[in-house]
Each structure stands twice: as structure tokens, then as C-alpha cells.
T-cell receptor, first 114, second 111 residues
């Protein structure tokens, strides 16, 4: 069964460092998303990406964050200068032919900023 | 009032019980409703996806949406210990990509 794959599963970084979280969405999907979940809190929307550009972003997704689809298979989230409060699980998701189709999530990358 | 409210539980039931999980919401623009299952430190796994009001059944799972009451439910029949997880409701309005999640209800099914 096709699935969304995320790497690494766990990343530890020092405050102020840049991190790149990687995702391989389901192959025929066209919409891509990043969500995050701070420990003990709700899953929160960060950004959606369609047709090689950001479709929508939340107020959390400030200038420190960027997304890219560098080739036909990968989708990345970059955090330029990490803060302690960026520590969270980051989930990539993808959906098919339209935004109104089901979104499938990856297993997540646990980011720990020390 | 929170946009999506969900009782955090935990809900503890014996194996074989019927489980009822619920969410209420305040935004009448929500039209797409989902239930996800999340095991500890894992990603949300889609269980049910419904559009607008009505019922949908898939195996032991039934999702109900009552838009007039702004209330959605997930029923699990013949619950199994492997159903022990956190269940997240999520919903979206028509012209947005953003899923709004509930806080999740932790379910424990004991043998």
C-alpha cells in the first residue's frame, strides 16, 4: 500500500541551527502538507503546497520556515534558525487530485531543539 | 469557544464493547470530516472520511455527521485491544487546505 515516508525519524539540533525535514509523498498525489504536533497538543497545520508553490500557510509558518519540492519525489521543510519552541513532531501529508480528497500522513519526524 | 472540541478521555472499555467517540465544532463552514487513529509517537492514520451530513460505514467503524447540531461521531463495534490508540477528529471548510484537528480522545480496550 502506498505511504508517505519521512526522514529522519528523529533529529536533534542545537538552537540556531538550520534543519531540513524530508518527505516522499505518495507518488500520484498533487497536494502536499506539513503539520506539527507539540507534545501533548493538537496537530496544527503549517503549510500546503500545490503546483510548485505554497497554496496556503498558517500564522505559525513565518519567515523561518520554507518548503521546497526539489525534484519529482521529495518535499522538504526547512527551518532556518531553530528555536526551543520548534521542538515537536512534524508530519508530512499528501492528497490526491484535489484538496477535497483524503490526506494521508507520514510517520513523522521528531525534532528536538536543545 | 474552541473551533473543535473533543473529550480527551481516557476512555477505558472491555474488549467487544461498542465505543462512541465524539467531536463538536463551531464553524458552520466545515464540510469535510475525518477520523484519524494515532498510536503513540506515530503519524495519524486515516480511518474515515465523510462529506457533509450522513453516515458512512467501513467494517467495524461507522462515522456520523450531524451538521445541524455541529456534531460528529465515530462508532467502533466489537472493540479490540489493538484499537487502543488516540482518535483524532479533523475537519475542513470547502475552500481551504487547512485541516482543523481536535485534541484527540485516548481509548483503552482491555482484554
Amino acid at each position: 500500500e502506498p505511504e508517505v515516508t519521512q526522514t529522519p525519524s528523529h533529529q536533534v539540533t542545537q538552537m540556531g541551527q538550520e534543519v531540513i525535514l524530508r518527505c516522499v509523498p505518495i507518488s500520484n498525489h498533487l497536494y502536499f502538507y506539513w503539520y506539527r504536533q507539540i507534545l501533548g497538543q493538537k496537530v496544527e497545520f503549517l503549510v500546503s503546497f500545490y503546483n510548485n508553490e505554497i497554496s496556503e500557510k498558517s500564522e505559525i509558518f513565518d519567515d523561518q520556515f520554507s518548503v521546497e519540492r526539489p525534484d519529482g519525489s521529495n518535499f522538504t521543510l526547512k527551518i532556518r534558525s531553530t528555536k526551543l519552541e520548534d521542538s515537536a513532531m512534524y508530519f508530512c501529508a499528501s492528497s490526491g487530485q484535489g484538496r477535497n480528497t483524503e490526506a494521508f500522513f507520514g510517520q513523522g519526524t521528531r525534532l528536538t531543539v536543545v | 469557544q474552541k473551533e473543535v472540541e473533543q473529550d480527551p478521555g481516557p476512555l477505558s472499555v472491555p474488549e467487544g464493547a461498542i465505543v462512541s467517540l465524539n467531536c463538536t465544532y463551531s464553524n458552520s463552514a466545515f464540510q469535510y470530516f475525518m477520523w484519524y487513529r494515532q498510536y503513540s509517537r506515530k503519524g495519524p492514520e486515516l480511518l474515515m472520511y465523510t462529506y457533509s451530513s450522513g453516515n458512512k460505514e467501513d467494517g467495524r467503524f461507522t462515522a456520523q455527521v450531524d451538521k445541524s447540531s455541529k456534531y460528529i461521531s465515530l462508532f467502533i463495534r466489537d472493540s479490540q485491544p489493538s484499537d487502543s490508540a488516540t482518535y483524532l477528529c479533523a475537519m475542513r471548510a470547502y475552500n481551504t487546505d487547512k485541516l482543523i484537528f481536535g485534541t484527540g480522545t485516548r481509548l483503552q480496550v482491555f482484554p
